[in-house]
Structure formats: structure tokens, C-alpha cells
């Protein structure tokens, strides 16, 4: 059974800096892509971020040029680092893991950033 497990999330004052892992139980070269999306509360969730497997990237309008989603393939991890973070950038962090016909999905970790 697949497991995608996130961390990093916690608590950051307007324009600070979180990095958020996402760790795979295994080889990310395994899917199709993975990809990082959130979920305020009240709204559906909605795409951050993502990479596929031969390298290319993705961000929404919102992320781009504050996020920056990376691979460390030895360690089947996928990072996002979010910089000058906003309060609207609170919701829960979800990673995705794609393969043909199946999406795994992790728990999620919170994201809160205070004015």
C-alpha cells in the first residue's frame, strides 16, 4: 500500500518561510507526478504545485515566484518551499502522488500565517 506522508506545516508571521516534505513509501520515480494542492477552510481544495516525472513544473498564479516545489529522488521526498507567505495562504497542504488510474493521497499538514 502506497503511503504519502506531509510535514512542515505549522504557525508563520506574514512574509515568513516554511518548507513542507512530502515522503513517499516509494520511489517517486514510481508516478506519473507529484504535486502539492491545499485547502482553505470553507473552499475546495485547489493546485498549488506540481512535478513530472521527466522534470518539468507547474505552479498556480498564486504560487509563482514565492513557491518553489523540489525533488530529492534518493530520498522519494518532494519539497515545497514557500516564501513570503501571506495569510491567504492559510489552509491545509495536501501532496498527490499519481499513477495510471490511482491518486494517493497524504493526511496534510496545517498551514497558518498570521497577519
Known amino acids: 500500500q502506497v503511503q504519502v506522508v506531509e510535514s512542515g506545516g505549522g504557525l508563520v508571521q506574514a512574509g515568513g518561510s516554511l518548507r513542507l516534505s512530502c515522503a513517499a513509501s516509494?520511489?517517486?520515480?514510481?508516478?506519473?507526478?507529484m504535486g502539492w494542492y491545499r485547502q482553505a477552510p470553507g473552499k475546495q481544495r485547489e493546485f498549488v504545485a506540481n512535478?513530472?516525472?521527466?522534470?518539468?513544473?507547474h505552479y498556480s498564479d498564486s504560487a509563482k515566484g514565492r513557491f518553489t516545489i523540489s525533488r530529492d529522488n534518493a530520498k522519494n521526498t518532494v519539497y515545497l518551499q514557500m516564501d513570503s507567505l501571506k495569510p491567504e495562504d492559510t489552509a491545509v497542504y495536501y501532496c498527490k502522488a499519481r499513477r495510471p488510474n490511482t491518486d494517493y493521497w497524504g493526511q496534510g499538514t496545517q498551514v497558518t500565517v498570521s497577519a
Open positions: 512535478i513530472i516525472s521527466g522534470g518539468t513544473i
Open positions: 516509494e520511489s517517486i520515480f514510481s508516478f506519473n507526478y
